[in-house]
Nanobody, 120 residues
Framework: QLQASGGGLVQAGGSLRLSCAAS????????MGWFRQAPGKEREFVAA????????SLTDSVKGRSTISRDNAKNTVYLQMNSLKPEDTAVYYC???????????????WGQGTQVTVSS
């Protein structure tokens, strides 16, 4: 089970740190990802991190502004987002899967989502 939190309303240029807490003892074996879905748009990949945290991937639109990290001792993955833009407004979902990639089909378990709203 995945529980995302940390969303909110922030002005453009601000920062947020999203967290996703996982239950269970196998968190450290999963690739973790963040996706987002804006109103009227399809869900899109934002970031992913390998099970050990040794490698990460970020979509181009957030590169240089965001960082994905994880703490396997706390069963938690984070998405630090800086210099937020209005186009970052979306519901952000965390997900867990066993295969590396940007497709949502590779992720088997999903959190409930947390709303991020960036005002201009």
């Amino acid at each position: 089970q995945l529980q995302a939190s940390g969303g909110g309303l922030v002005q453009a240029g601000g920062s947020l740190r999203l967290s996703c807490a996982a239950s269970g003892r196998t968190f450290g074996s999963y690739i973790m990802g963040w996706f987002r879905q804006a109103p009227g748009k399809e869900r899109e990949f934002v970031a992913a991190i390998t099970s050990s945290g040794a490698a990460t991937s970020l979509t181009d639109s957030v590169k240089g502004r965001s960082t994905i990290s994880r703490d396997n001792a706390k069963n938690t993955v984070y998405l630090q987002m800086n210099s937020l833009k209005p186009e970052d407004t979306a519901v952000y979902y965390c997900a867990a899967g066993g295969r590396w990639g940007t497709s949502s089909r590779l992720y088997n378990y999903w959190g409930q989502g947390t709303q991020v709203t960036v005002s201009s």
